[in-house]
C-alpha cells in the first residue's frame, strides 16, 4: 500500500495564510526558521484533517463548514505569529 498520496489538508491552507500574513511581522518574515515555527503552532492548533485529494475534503464540507475552517486557520496563524514573536523576544533579551 503507498500512503504518499496521504497529506492533511491544512497545511497548504495554513502555509498560504501564514506567508500572507508574514509581512505584518517583519522580524519574523526574514528568519524562514521562524516561520516554519509559525506553521507548527498553527497546525498543533487545528485539528488534522487527513485526506488524498482537496476535492474530496471540499465537496463534502457545507458552506458554513468551509467559512468554519478558514476562520478557525485565521485565529490559529495569528495566534502561531503573536506567540512566535513573544518567544523571539524573551529569547532575545539579555538574562
Known amino acids: 500500500m503507498d500512503f504518499t498520496s496521504l497529506y492533511n489538508h491544512h497545511e497548504r491552507e ?6 500572507d500574513t508574514a509581512t ?13 515555527d509559525v506553521a507548527c503552532v498553527a497546525l498543533n492548533r487545528l485539528p488534522p484533517r487527513y485526506i488524498r485529494h482537496a476535492v474530496d475534503y471540499s465537496f463534502y464540507l457545507t458552506e458554513q463548514e468551509r467559512l468554519d475552517v478558514d476562520a478557525a486557520i485565521k485565529e490559529a496563524v495569528g495566534y502561531a505569529f503573536n506567540f512566535v ?4 523576544v524573551l529569547r532575545s533579551k539579555p538574562r
Open 24 to 36: 505584518q511581522y517583519p522580524e519574523i518574515h526574514r528568519n524562514s526558521e521562524l516561520l516554519a
Open 14 to 19: 495554513v502555509f498560504a495564510a501564514v506567508m
Open 85 to 88: 514573536q513573544a518567544r523571539s
